[in-house]
């Protein structure tokens, strides 16, 4: 039964076979049922569905006014909620006691105010949460107090505090996530200082010794400091926000990372600077593109992308937005070493009619392709 949790109206005609499958189905149809689902349920029987729950995700206002609906529901099952930013009426707060209980695993909150508190009632009754994230800023909260709170969450292993917890995020809160060695995904929404990584190094064994996951916005001088700790990490999405230092080389170095997400303030980049990627083999995801203005190569040549990627043979993602002037070998040199690509975006212009003489498929998995544009005759790279 397990196999149809995503064909709902194979679930319900699976209700009629008989008690047995009417009860097994029931399980999973509301396993991870949408909100409004929920709260239009009869009365006499929401609590029997709210038992099977194990997801629930409120998107906004839509979503959230059913907060007071499920008050007095108990959720023994949910492992993972999402709670987005909801506007209640009149100053009200946000009763959430119902959703916090022994199983959670994931926590995500954009807001509003709750009632209560909170952080108090996660660590107190979620033994096993491994996941919290915390995008609202609410009455009472300190970077001292989140400290407390992930220091007496022992399950948890992936944090996330997004931008707008920025006022948070202080030498102190990255120094305590350089030393917290079960850390195994980190966002942190604050620009990491060059000082700021420094500081938290400082008469540190092993920092960020687990951490897999990686995702924050970063002055090059600091990303060169920070690089040498993290060579744990498979995924890092950074946001570079200056021009002093090209992050690729300073990345060069990670090679267990299987994605990889940059975007930069800088806005020329030469070949050498693509080719120090070319050890990254274990690549699956590869985004590269500019936070403002373009983002331009213009020495980056035919040749050196086909050595770029020459060893990516795990590669299944590529969004490449740099102008240069690559021609349609490139993109077919891709098809040719990168067997596993599903989605391909590059900047240019590009004769695709060579196509008609290679050997099919190109691509065997492609699924999405995207080419700033296709010209109907040979002028030459664009």
Same mark, same amino acid.
């Given at each position: 039964?397990?196999?149809?949790?995503?064909?709902? =109206?194979?679930?319900?005609?699976?209700?009629?076979?008989?008690?047995?499958?009417?009860?097994? =189905?029931?399980?999973?149809?509301?396993?991870?049922?949408?909100?409004?689902?929920?709260?239009?349920?009869?009365?006499?029987?929401?609590?029997?569905?709210?038992?099977?729950?194990? &997801?629930?995700?409120?998107?906004?206002?839509?979503?959230?006014?059913?907060?007071?609906?499920?008050?007095?529901?108990?959720?023994?099952?949910?492992?993972?909620?999402?709670?987005?930013?909801?506007?209640?009426?009149?100053?009200?707060?946000?009763?959430?006691?119902?959703?916090?209980?022994?199983?959670?695993?994931?926590?995500?909150?954009?807001?509003?105010?709750?009632?209560?508190?909170?952080?108090?009632?996660?660590?107190?009754?979620?033994?096993?949460?491994?996941?919290?994230?915390?995008?609202?800023?609410?009455?009472?909260?300190?970077?001292?107090?989140?400290?407390?709170?992930?220091?007496?969450?022992?399950?948890?292993?992936?944090?996330?505090?997004?931008?707008?917890?920025?006022?948070?995020?202080?030498?102190?809160?990255?120094?305590?996530?350089?030393?917290?060695?079960?850390?195994?995904?980190?966002?942190?929404?604050?620009?990491?200082?060059?000082?700021?990584?420094?500081?938290?190094?400082?008469?540190?064994?092993?920092?960020?010794?687990?951490?897999?996951?990686?995702?924050?916005?970063?002055?090059?001088?600091?990303?060169?400091?920070?690089?040498?700790?993290?060579?744990?990490?498979?995924?890092?999405?950074?946001?570079?926000?200056?021009?002093?230092?090209?992050?690729?080389?300073?990345?060069?170095?990670?090679?267990?990372?299987?994605?990889?997400?940059?975007?930069?303030?800088?806005?020329?980049?030469? =070949?050498?600077?693509?080719?120090?990627?070319?050890?990254?083999?274990?690549?699956?995801?590869?985004?590269?593109?500019?936070? &403002?203005?373009?983002?331009?190569?213009?020495?980056?040549?035919?040749?050196?992308?086909?050595?770029?990627?020459?060893?990516?043979?795990?590669?299944?993602?590529?969004?490449?937005?740099?102008?240069?002037?690559?021609?349609?070998?490139?993109?077919?040199?891709?098809?040719?070493?990168?067997?596993?690509?599903?989605?391909?975006?590059?900047?240019?212009?590009?004769?695709?009619?060579?196509?008609?003489?290679?050997?099919?498929?190109?691509?065997?998995?492609?699924?999405?392709?995207?080419?700033?544009?296709?010209?109907?005759?040979?002028?030459?790279?664009?």
């Amino acid at each position: 039964m397990e196999f149809l949790s995503d064909d709902r =109206a194979a679930l319900r005609s699976a209700l009629l076979v008989n008690k047995l499958w009417a009860a097994e =189905a029931m399980t999973v149809l509301w396993q991870k049922p949408p909100v409004e689902a929920l709260a239009s349920s009869p009365d006499d029987h929401r609590q029997f569905y709210a038992r099977q729950v194990r &997801e629930l995700d409120f998107g906004g206002d839509k979503d959230g006014k059913h907060h007071s609906t499920f008050r007095s529901l108990e959720f023994p099952r949910l492992r993972r909620i999402t709670i987005d930013f909801y506007r209640p009426n009149d100053g009200e707060k946000l009763w959430l006691d119902q959703y916090i209980q022994p199983n959670l695993e994931e926590f995500i909150f954009y807001g509003a105010e709750p009632a209560g508190d909170l952080l108090n009632l996660l660590e107190t009754r979620c033994p096993r949460l491994r996941c919290v994230l915390i995008g609202y800023v609410w009455e009472g909260v300190s970077a001292s107090r989140l400290i407390k709170f992930f220091d007496r969450c022992k399950s948890l292993r992936s944090i996330c505090l997004p931008s707008n917890m920025e006022r948070f995020l202080d030498d102190q809160m990255f120094a305590y996530f350089a030393r917290r060695h079960d850390l195994e995904e980190l966002e942190f929404g604050k620009t990491i200082t060059y000082e700021m990584v420094e500081k938290a190094l400082d008469g540190i064994q092993s920092p960020f010794k687990y951490i897999q996951r990686l995702t924050v916005p970063a002055e090059s001088k600091a990303l060169k400091l920070l690089a040498p700790t993290i060579k744990s990490v498979t995924t890092l999405e950074l946001n570079v926000e200056d021009s002093q230092f090209n992050p690729l080389p300073l990345v060069s170095s990670l090679v267990n990372l299987r994605e990889l997400e940059i975007a930069s303030q800088w806005a020329s980049w030469s =070949a050498t600077d693509f080719l120090a990627l070319k050890g990254l083999k274990n690549l699956r995801r590869l985004e590269i593109y500019p936070i &403002e203005d373009d983002l331009t190569s213009p020495n980056l040549t035919d040749p050196d992308f086909v050595q770029i990627f020459a060893n990516m043979s795990e590669l299944q993602q590529l969004s490449f937005q740099v102008q240069c002037t690559l021609s349609t070998a490139a993109i077919t040199s891709l098809g040719q070493h990168c067997r596993q690509l599903t989605s391909c975006d590059l900047l240019g212009s590009y004769y695709l009619n060579s196509w008609l003489n290679i050997e099919r498929p190109l691509f065997p998995h492609l699924r999405q392709l995207e080419l700033g544009a296709i010209i109907p005759e040979e002028q030459g790279p664009q």
